[in-house]
């Protein structure tokens, strides 16, 4: 659907992943505003879709809350956190569930009906929800573009936005170029950059091709601040393969039991880490002349409850082909990076577009969100990038 009437949007939101399209969502329902949502690929072809972890949420009761989970996120980040803004993430993160669920989202359960929880790195307790096993982020993406396409507005697929219109000190919609090349005005209101990562910047990365950081560059000739941008994360768990973006190995398979170990079989840190710390071993393994592999994935509890039974297909099938292995790798350890391919796998970033908590902006009516928001939940969960300091934040 695409809509070019004369009258501006209420939203205009920029990106199709799980922070624009919830967006986007709940300003049509819930505050009847004319919203349109603006990709540069399909609706559903967003960095969400990738995303093979599950949500962490205090859904369960004792010995589980919202403060041990408060807590476990200070600690992996390294009292690099804003506790203010953890606070919001932890008391919400319950809510945006059950939002999700109202809306379509089909989380993973047992016989009983309640939700599975499981355990992944920087957790002391159970309590990620997965949809699929390890195909959450489809799920979530699937049920919000359903929503979008009923509630918004207008759409616009595979448009390119390529800057910000200011006028007045204000942002007042985005110059874009349709898929014939030509370009346009869209105006509107106000304007949410969720336009998600930049992980196409880098030679190795989990990012799907529109991870390139367009968001931070309109705003930053916008001349909008930026903050905390050195901070990138680097998933420790990628296959070894030359396909690109690199297949992923989720997270889930080490919740689940298999373990990370060198090329003599020697186990060499703790898989339930936060990512950072084990992407940081594997990289110092590495550059002692150590390979590493993730062994234990052959496990029929390890894959029957980190993976359905087509994701188990899939994986041997990116054993086959992407790393020239056995007829069944899965069976083996799977390796995850070899001495001459040391590149680490960027996958996530954790700095953006500077903020308040409230979401105002410098420039008036734009703001962030997602990946683009850094409210500093992260700390350093997100590695910093090529020695750059980050400052300390205030508690």
Known sequence: MTWLGADELDLLVLGSGVAGLSAAVRAADEMALRVGVLTKAELSQAATRWAQGGVAAVLGGDPDSTDLHL?????????????????VLVDEGPGRVHELIAMGAAFDRDREGALMLAREGGHSLPRIVHAGGAATGAEI?????????????????????????????????????????????????????????????????????QSTGDGLAMALRAGVPVADVEFMQFHPTALFSPRMPRPLLSEALRGHGALIRDWYGERFVDELRPRDVVAR???????????????????????RRALPHHRRRSLRRRARSGARLAADRTRRPLPLRRRAHRSPRRHGAAGSVGRRRSGQRRRARRQPAGVELAPGRHGVRATRHRGHRPRRRRS
């Open 141 to 209: 993406e699937r049920a919000l573009v359903e929503q979008v396409r009923e509630t918004a507005t207008a759409v616009w697929e595979r448009w390119f936005a390529l800057d910000l219109l200011v006028a007045d000190g204000r942002c007042v919609g985005v110059v874009a170029v349709d898929p014939t090349g030509q370009r346009h005005d869209i105006r509107a209101r106000h304007v949410l950059l969720a336009t998600g990562g930049a992980g196409q910047l880098f030679a190795a990365t989990t990012n799907p091709l």
């Open 281 to 303: 071993a594997i990289g110092q393994a590495h550059r002692a002349g150590h390979r590493s592999r993730l062994a234990g994935c052959h496990r029929p509890r390890t894959l």
């Open 71 to 87: 807590a476990d996120t200070l600690a992996a980040g390294a009292g690099m956190c804003d506790v203010d803004a953890v606070r």
